[in-house]
C-alpha cells in the first residue's frame, strides 16, 4: 500500500486554487469536488489525503504531525512561528500586512503609541525594530473600528484592496511586509516522505515558473 | 533482585538502554543537583531553548533556579585537561517553557558531552552515538548533520553582514530558499553566485550525493579545509555502518554565538519533531573562560512514549471480588494463583470505568470466572 500523504488545506477560496494546483502537479482527488460537507478525502491509489481546516490552524496541523505538508498565509507564520519548513511561496493570496490609521493621523514620537491588531506578534516585533514604545490592543475582528472610536491610534492588519480603509476614513501608513500563501512541511515528514513532497515542490515551482 | 521490564514505561526502558549504550563507549554517569544559581542561565540566556526560567530564593537568600539546561553545569564544573577529553553521559530532568504549550513542563532529558581536545574521531564517536541511540528506537531513524563553517563559508561567499548572516541563518533553518534567494538579491549578489547557494542550501539527502553537490560548487572549489574535514567525519560515521540514517541538511542550524562546526538533529518517523539535538559548542566554552572544545547531544524522551507506543488496553489483567463469607486462605490463594499469570487487583466491588481482562468472582466460598476476554 502507497504512503498517504496528508495534506491540509485552508478551507474557502484560496484552498480551492490551492487544491487546483496539486491536481494539476498529479495529486488529484476527484471526490473533494463532491458537494457535501465532508472534511476528509483522499485517493489510495495516487497516495494522497486532503482536509479541509481553518486557514489559521493549518500550521498547527502540520507543525504537530497530523498534516504532513500544508497551505497557510506568510501572516500566520510570521504571528505564531509554527516549528515547520516553508518550502514555497505560492504567489496566490498575495496582500500586505501595513499600519493603517485614519486620513488626519499625525504621529506623536513622544507619545506611547497605542495599536489595535489581531497579529500582536508582528506588531511587536516591527515595533521594537523601530525602537517605538508601543501599547497592543489585542483585537479579534472589526480592527478598522477602533481608531475611528478612538481606541487606538493605528491599527496592524491585512490590507487586500484598501477598500474596507477607504470606506472607514482610514489609510495604509507603512507596509510592514508583502504576505502571500506559503507551502509548508512538518519536519520530520520532510525526512520521511522525501520524495512526495519534494515532487510536490517540483511540479508546484514548475507551474510557477520557478 | 529480579525486575519484571514489562512494567517499565517505554521512557524507563528507553534510559536504561542509552545508559547501556554511553557505558559501553566510556562514558561516565554525571549525575546533579536538581538546582542551579540563576546567575549562570542569565549570563548564558540565549543558550537555553527557552529564556524563562523557574526561580526562587534559597535559605541564605541566593536566587536559584530549577535547572532548565544540562549543559551548562557540566561545563562550569569541568577542568582543561590537556591532551584529554572528558566523557559525561547524564538523565536529568529539566524545567522549561515548551513552545508548543507556551508553560513550562518537567522534560527528562538524556545525552552525553565530551569536553577537552576533541578531535575528528571524537567528533565521529559523538556522531556513532547519536545514531544508534535513535537506532535504539527505530530503524526508520533518521540523523541529519550540518556544519556552521561550511554555512559560514557561504555567507563569506555572498559578502553578507553579520546582521544579513542571523536573517539568513533563520531562513535556512525554514528552508526558505525563496527568501533567501530575496535576501541575497537585495543585498547585490550577482546571479551565478545566487544560484550557486541556492542550489548547495537546497540540498538534502545521503551524504554522498550531498557532498558530491558541495565539491563541484564554486563555493568550496579552491579546496576548502572545513569541507574536507567534515567529509572525513561522514566517511568515519559510514565505517560503523551507520550511513544508512545519516542526511545532510543545511537546515540544522544553531546559534552562533555558542556553537561551531559540527550540528545535528535526529529525528524517527512517527514523531513529528526531532527528539534529539546536538553540536560543537567550543564558542559556548570559551564564553565561559574554558580551553577546551566541546560536543554534545540531548534525547528528548518525552514525545517517545506517545508516540512510540500504544495505550494500556485495560487497567489490570485480573480483577478478583470476594464476598464476605470468602475465607483469607481461598482468597490468598486465588490471588497468588493469577499472580503467577500477571497482574491482580482484590477489590470488593469494580469502580465504574475500572477495565479488565478476566473477571474472577469469589462468592460462598465459590470460585467462578465471570467474564474472560483473555
Not at chain 1, 481553518?54 to 507564520?77: M, N, Q, T
Not at chain 2, 575528528?120 to 541529519?144: N, P
Not at chain 2, 566541546?294 to 485495560?314: H, N
Amino acid at each position: 500500500m502507497k504512503t498517504m500523504l496528508n495534506v491540509a488545506l485552508p478551507k474557502g477560496r484560496l484552498g480551492e486554487k490551492v487544491y487546483a494546483m496539486f491536481e494539476k502537479a498529479g495529486f488529484e482527488c476527484p471526490s473533494i469536488k463532491e458537494q457535501n460537507r465532508k472534511l476528509i478525502f483522499e485517493n489510495e491509489e495516487v497516495g494522497v489525503r486532503y482536509f479541509w481546516v481553518k486557514p489559521s490552524d493549518v500550521a498547527i496541523y502540520v507543525e504537530r504531525g497530523a498534516a504532513d505538508i500544508g497551505v497557510a498565509g506568510k501572516d500566520i507564520l510570521l504571528e505564531y512561528e509554527p516549528n515547520v519548513y516553508e518550502l514555497l511561496d505560492l504567489d496566490i493570496g498575495k496582500c500586505r500586512m501595513a499600519v493603517a490609521a485614519k486620513n488626519d493621523f499625525r504621529d506623536d514620537p513622544s507619545r506611547t503609541l497605542r495599536v489595535a491588531t489581531k497579529f500582536s506578534n508582528i506588531a511587536r516585533s516591527y515595533y521594537a525594530s523601530l525602537d517605538r514604545d508601543i501599547d497592543i490592543i489585542h483585537l479579534n475582528g472589526s480592527i478598522e473600528i477602533a481608531p475611528i472610536l478612538d481606541l487606538s491610534d493605528v491599527i496592524v492588519d491585512i490590507v487586500e484592496t484598501g477598500t474596507t480603509l477607504k470606506e472607514n476614513q482610514l489609510e495604509v501608513f507603512e507596509t510592514i511586509v508583502p504576505i502571500s500563501a506559503r507551502l509548508i512541511s512538518n519536519k520530520s515528514s520532510f525526512k520521511f516522505k522525501n520524495q512526495q513532497i519534494e515532487k510536490i515542490v517540483g511540479e508546484i515551482s514548475a507551474q510557477l515558473g520557478k | 533482585m529480579i525486575i519484571n521490564d514489562s512494567l517499565l514505561k517505554y521512557d524507563e526502558k528507553a534510559i536504561f538502554a542509552l545508559r547501556d549504550l554511553y557505558s559501553k563507549y566510556g562514558f561516565t554517569q554525571y549525575k546533579m543537583s536538581k538546582f542551579e544559581e540563576y546567575d549562570l542561565y542569565v549570563k548564558n540566556k540565549d543558550f537555553l531553548v527557552s529564556d524563562s526560567v523557574i526561580t526562587f530564593n534559597d535559605t541564605n537568600g541566593k536566587l536559584m533556579a530549577l535547572k532548565p539546561d544540562v549543559t551548562l553545569s557540566i561545563i562550569k564544573n569541568t577542568k582543561d585537561i590537556k591532551g584529554f577529553v572528558q566523557k559525561f553521559y547524564y538523565n536529568e530532568n529539566v524545567y522549561r517553557v515548551s513552545q508548543k504549550t507556551k508553560t513550562f513542563k518537567e522534560i527528562m532529558q538524556v545525552g552525553l558531552e565530551c569536553i577537552g581536545d576533541i578531535d575528528e574521531y571524537c567528533i565521529a564517536e559523538v556522531l556513532a552515538l547519536a545514531a544508534r541511540s535513535l537506532v535504539t528506537f527505530s530503524e526508520e531513524a533518521v540523523l541529519d548533520i550540518s556544519h556552521l563553517g561550511i554555512l559560514s563559508e557561504i555567507f563569506d561567499y555572498a559578502s553578507l553582514s553579520e546582521a544579513d548572516r542571523d536573517i539568513a541563518m533563520k531562513l535556512i533553518g525554514e528552508k526558505n530558499i525563496h527568501e533567501i534567494e530575496k535576501l541575497l538579491n537585495d543585498k547585490g549578489v550577482s546571479e551565478d553566485r545566487v544560484k550557486e547557494i541556492k542550489a548547495v542550501l537546497s540540498a538534502y539527502g545521503d551524504s554522498d550525493t550531498v557532498l558530491a553537490t558541495l565539491k563541484r560548487s564554486c563555493i568550496f572549489k579552491s579546496g576548502s579545509k572545513t569541507l574536507k574535514d567534515f567529509e572525513n567525519v561522514i566517511n568515519a560515521v559510514k565505517l560503523c555502518d551507520l550511513g544508512r540514517i545519516l542526511r545532510i541538511d543545511f537546515s540544522v542550524t544553531g546559534d552562533i554565538k555558542y556553537y561551531n562546526g559540527i550540528v545535528f538533529r535526529g529525528f524517527i518517523s512517527g514523531i513529528p519533531s526531532s527528539v534529539l539535538s546536538g553540536g560543537q559548542y567550543d564558542k559556548l566554552m570559551k564564553k565561559m573562560q574554558k580551553k577546551s572544545g566541546a560536543i554534545g547531544f540531548a534525547v528528548y524522551l518525552d514525545m517517545l512514549e506517545r508516540y512510540l507506543t500504544s495505550p494500556k488496553k485495560c487497567d489490570v489483567d485480573t480483577v478478583i471480588v470476594y464476598d464476605e463469607a470468602t475465607s483469607l486462605e481461598l482468597l490468598n490463594n486465588t490471588v497468588e494463583a493469577y499472580a503467577k499469570k500477571g497482574s491482580v487487583c482484590v477489590q470488593r466491588c469494580i469502580p465504574e470505568k475500572f477495565t479488565y481482562k478476566t473477571l474472577v468472582k469469589i462468592s460462598n466460598g465459590e470460585v467462578n470466572i465471570l467474564e474472560n476476554d483473555a
